[in-house]
């Protein structure tokens, strides 16, 4: 599984669950600056925060905006019911891997969020943005999910320059990893097994 960050909390997702590549694009939001993508061809598109103000997405793909469950081209999505009215968290399980994405939000996870993010292994987390976890409450939330790999998203970049910068959050969980990295590519046989690791995305 290839993971990038486009910026704000729109992940890429890159696999090959069976025997074809896969793209599948998490809240392709159309930022108010900085530079994104104008359009993606994706074969699933996922929001979590419904469809408006989205980038064109090409190609047809598979879209899942409401709570719910998909499986399709050798990949589950189970979406869960957000805080909000109209949001929700997402959850990809493929390749053996599973991935959690809790959209924009700074409230604890309910016991249904919970039960769908059960035992994921990567957590992408928002932090940063002023609608987004502090720190403390990031790392209570990420001691609660208990993932292997965590990696934060929706912190400062150049679509969102009023964003915290990703450091208090990378202290406050006593991070040793000051490696930004342009693209992190995860295998089932790879994750870390004892302690949690955070990897840190510069902005595709």
Not at 107 to 114: E, F, G, R, Y
Not at 154 to 177: H, M, R, W, Y
């Amino acid at each position: 599984m290839h993971i990038s960050w486009l910026g704000t909390t729109a992940i890429k997702l890159q696999t090959k669950p069976l025997d074809k590549d896969i793209v599948i694009v998490i809240d392709p939001y159309k930022p108010a600056s900085g530079s994104f993508p104008r359009s993606l061809t994706p074969e699933i598109g996922l929001y979590t925060r419904g469809e408006k103000n989205s980038i064109t997405l090409s190609a047809n793909p598979y879209t899942l905006s409401t709570p719910g469950e998909i499986d399709t081209k050798g990949v589950l999505v189970t979406a869960a019911e957000g805080h909000e009215a109209g949001t929700t968290m997402v959850r990809i399980d493929v390749e053996g891997v599973s991935l959690g994405h809790l959209g924009l939000t700074n409230k604890p996870l309910t016991a249904k969020q919970l039960e769908v993010l059960a035992g994921i292994d990567i957590l992408c987390i928002p932090v940063g943005h002023p609608d987004s976890y502090d720190a403390e409450a990031a790392v209570k939330a990420v001691n609660t999910i208990e993932p292997r790999v965590v990696i934060p998203m929706a912190f400062k970049s150049d679509n969102d320059k009023t964003a915290k910068p990703v450091d208090s959050f990378l202290k406050e969980i006593g991070s040793k990893n000051g490696d930004v990295e342009k693209k992190v590519i995860i295998k089932k046989r790879d994750l870390p097994q004892e302690e949690t690791e955070v990897i840190v995305l510069e902005k595709e």
